[in-house]
Nanobody
Framework: QVQLVESGGGLVQPGGSLRLSCAVS????????IGWFRQAPGEEREGVSC????????YYVDSVKGRFTISRDNAKNTVYLEMNSLKAEDTRVYFC????????????????WGQGTQVTVSS
């Protein structure tokens, strides 16, 4: 049974940090790219970052460059998203998703999704 489980969300003050984790099971993480997405109520799901499986290529949306860092530990079947200098506009539900080998540009290309974790940035 394929599962992606996000954790690490919560309430943080502006300027603070959180580390999200995406623990996968039911498939071999080594062969999959993992993307992080976020969504607010009434908005489309936005791609935040992605790390490929083959050469470790990494992508970030412009709004998080220099603040967020994606990494993967295949031995632990986990992908991380380190989020620093958080802003109120980062408040979203964050999802991780898996696609074979290379990062994809559209949400419909991803094969598996987690249930999401809420990140709230507020004073």
């Amino acid at each position: 049974q394929v599962q992606l489980v996000e954790s690490g969300g919560g309430l943080v003050q502006p300027g603070g940090s959180l580390r999200l984790s995406c623990a996968v099971s039911g498939f071999t993480l080594d062969y999959y790219a993992i993307g992080w997405f976020r969504q607010a109520p009434g908005e489309e799901r936005e791609g935040v970052s992605c790390i490929s499986s083959s050469d470790g290529s990494i992508y970030y949306v412009d709004s998080v460059k220099g603040r967020f860092t994606i990494s993967r530990d295949n031995a632990k079947n986990t992908v991380y998203l380190e989020m620093n200098s958080l802003k109120a506009e980062d408040t979203r539900v964050y999802f991780c998703a898996a696609v074979r080998t290379w990062c994809a540009g559209h949400t419909y290309e991803y094969d598996y999704w987690g249930q999401g974790t809420q990140v709230t940035v507020s004073s």
